[in-house]
């Protein structure tokens, strides 16, 4: 069965500061996306980033990076240059198909990040 | 684009009683998923459809636990004689994609419905 651990519950940074958050995955299947979600104190989780299970070259989008490990069923997720307003909970979700076809969404306890200034 | 809408932002409501939340989806996704996140936790996934077409239900979605989605638009979640363990925030979320195995699609989530059982 799939499932996403996120061991770190809380991370405080000072502002500025790089912080990087830890995913690791399990499932069965060679295809699948990877997903990092933000949900700000406002409760509305929004799409930040994703990967496919194929692609396995890091990237940097902004002051958002990425690094996707197969080897070691990792995605971890930073932010470079911490800002107050990246305060929020992050979520690290397995997106991978189910008996019916359907694309099913599993998602992380996710990790409270809290910037300060 | 006017988003996912959610409605009652908040609900609280006495054992026993019957509650009813609707989501809105964006009008031109076909998927839409039903969520429910408690204090700490990840959202956890409780039904999806295609459509109009209920495919999948959680093993968390116990028979007091009912979704629709006439028409292939908006979808309803009925909880039935609430308990207070029901107490949750209950997301929508919804995405566009076709009946196959399209996994790239992001998820655009409404800003809930928290349920408070007394």
């Known amino acids: 069965a799939q499932k996403v651990t996120q061991a770190q519950t809380e991370i405080s940074v000072v502002e500025k500061e790089d912080v990087t958050l830890d995913c690791v995955y399990e499932?069965?299947?060679?295809?699948?996306?990877l997903f990092w979600y933000k949900q700000p104190p406002s409760g509305e989780l929004v799409f930040l980033i994703r990967r496919n299970s194929f692609d396995e070259q890091n990237e940097i989008s902004g002051r958002y990076s990425w690094n996707f490990q197969k080897s070691t069923s990792s995605f971890n997720f930073t932010i470079t240059a911490s800002q107050v307003v990246d305060s929020a909970v992050y979520f690290c979700a397995l997106s991978e198909a189910v008996s019916g076809g359907y694309q099913k969404v599993t998602f992380g306890t996710g990790t409270k990040l809290q910037v300060i200034p | 684009d006017t988003g996912v809408s959610q409605n009652p932002r908040h609900k609280i409501t006495k054992r026993g009683q019957n509650v009813t939340f609707r989501c809105d989806p964006i009008s031109e996704h076909n998927r839409l998923y039903w969520y429910r996140q408690t204090l700490g936790q990840g959202p956890e996934f409780l039904t999806y459809f295609q459509n109009e077409a209920q495919l999948e239900k959680s093993r968390l979605l116990s028979d007091r636990f009912s979704a629709e989605r006439p028409k292939g638009s908006f979808s309803t979640l009925e909880i039935q004689r609430t308990e207070q363990g029901d107490s949750a925030m209950y997301l929508c979320?919804?995405?566009?994609?076709?009946?196959?195995?399209?996994?790239?699609?992001?998820?655009?989530f409404g800003s809930g419905t928290q349920l408070s059982v007394l």
């Open positions: 499932t069965r299947d060679t295809t699948y996306y």
């Open positions: 979320a919804s995405s566009s994609g076709g009946a196959g195995r399209d996994l790239k699609e992001k998820l655009f």
